[in-house]
């Protein structure tokens, strides 16, 4: 609904709706959307569009595994958010998800694979455990180093990330979302905030304003938030294999993590290449003026993984490369929790490194906890974050 209001002696336009979402990434983009479901009308922000390469869903792609060690709320999140991402793309006959598998890489004495592996039985996850030998058969164009066993998950994959989310609005907007690019302004203190000021000088009031904004959440609230999140820069690079060489794309190659290694790895998709991602955090990282230009170092880095681990690919050239920031919160759990002060404001990010698959669990999270009914997770809270950086979810 749109409201003609008088304000500062200039006519400005009001956007008047149940709901307004600061931010269409992942988190944002599904938030609006389960919202709007739920029979709310909302308003959708973002200050440079849906899957801008500035924001942390604007990557080319994400690994989609369900296994979270012994963290089953997680498994069970991905599970559902894994078919609601399904219901999206075949209702729109986009193919944005791929079934390549995702392997993990495990050492010995690595009791998160062992959890996940149980957690993976409980929720009836279709995997299966490879030992050395069988790995080796399978992958030969694999070198396993220090790892012992890999388990793979079958049904999981790689979603195609920017894609993904502008499919999410293209959605909420056919339900009528009211879409905008503008910058919001960081609210005024206030104990209930009426509207919100956009940078193209407009007024956007809500019932309730929920702030989906990744990196940005420390800058907007930086009481709040300047010590709960933190952006870190992460690089990420594409090599190409040797003409018509099909060991690097699905079916051959699976998606795959090493989480003591730091490292995890996307088959060649699209014919981008082959993808290996550093999952160590890195600097502090400021997503609007930070330059995006990959560091000597982490390529050098990106090189020697492929040395040890993929020595077909040894001097395979470098055919794309990107620097995105995570969204860490202190142990890597979300941030999803009422302002302090402000009664009807919500404050929804810490997506850290594993956020992006979870986007249609978050949106009805949200959902759920803006109806007053739903009991919060407490480790979702802003209680429940401590300052220090002791990541415990990967
Ligand atoms: C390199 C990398 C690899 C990753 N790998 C994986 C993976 O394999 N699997 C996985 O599940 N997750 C992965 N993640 C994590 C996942 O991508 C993030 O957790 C997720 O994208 C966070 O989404 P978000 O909506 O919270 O933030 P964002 O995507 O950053 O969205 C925030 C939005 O807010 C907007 N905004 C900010 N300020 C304002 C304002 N004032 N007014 C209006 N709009 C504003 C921005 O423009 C932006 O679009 C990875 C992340 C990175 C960086």
Same mark, same amino acid.
Request: proline share 9%.
């Given at each position: 609904m749109l409201l003609y209001t008088f304000h500062s002696g200039f006519e400005s336009m009001s956007h008047v709706s149940d709901v307004a979402v600061i931010g269409a990434g992942v988190f944002g983009a599904w938030t609006a959307l389960q919202l709007r479901r739920s029979g709310r009308s909302v308003t959708l922000v973002d200050a440079f569009g849906a899957g801008n390469t500035r924001s942390s869903s604007g990557g080319i792609s994400r690994v989609f595994r369900i296994g979270y060690g012994h963290d089953a709320l997680y498994s069970r999140w991905a599970q559902r958010s894994l078919t609601a991402w399904l219901e999206l793309f075949r209702d729109g006959r986009l193919e944005l998800f791929t079934q390549t598998g995702v392997l993990w890489m495990t050492r010995s004495d690595d009791p998160m694979t062992d959890e996940t592996v149980d957690t993976l039985r409980r929720l009836r996850v279709p995997f299966e455990i490879l030992d050395r030998a069988e790995l080796e058969r399978r992958y030969p164009q694999l070198s396993f180093g220090p790892v012992t066993r890999g388990v793979l998950e079958s049904e999981a994959g790689v979603i195609m990330a920017r894609r993904a989310v502008q499919a999410v609005v293209r959605q909420a907007v056919r339900q009528s979302v009211d879409y905008r690019i503008t910058a919001v302004t960081p609210p005024a203190d206030t104990e209930h905030l009426e509207s919100v000021r956009t940078s193209d000088g407009d007024r956007i009031t809500a019932g309730t304003f929920v702030f989906a904004c990744g990196p940005w959440l420390p800058t907007l609230f930086p009481a709040t938030l300047g010590d709960r999140i933190h952006p870190t820069r992460q690089e990420v690079f594409f090599f190409g294999s040797a003409p =018509? @060489?099909?060991?690097?794309?699905?079916p051959a190659m699976p998606a795959w993590v090493d989480f003591a290694g730091g490292v995890y790895g996307v088959p060649d998709l699209e014919g981008r290449g082959f993808k290996v991602g550093l999952d160590h955090h890195g600097p502090p990282f400021d997503p @609007?003026? =930070?330059?995006r230009r990959v560091s000597d170092g982490a390529l050098e880095v990106a090189r020697m993984i492929l040395t040890r681990r993929v020595p077909a690919l040894d001097a395979a050239p470098l055919l794309e490369a990107h620097v995105c920031q995570y969204s860490n919160s202190s142990n890597g759990d979300f941030i999803i929790d009422r302002h302090p002060e402000m009664d009807n404001v919500w404050l929804v990010g810490g997506g850290s490194g594993h956020g992006f698959k979870h986007g249609p669990a978050v949106g009805e999270y949200v959902t759920a906890q803006l109806s007053d009914r739903a009991t919060p997770e407490a480790r979702f809270t802003l209680a429940a974050h401590g300052t220090a950086q002791q990541r415990k979810v990967f």
């Open positions: =018509g @060489d099909r060991r690097f794309a699905p @609007d003026l =930070g330059e």
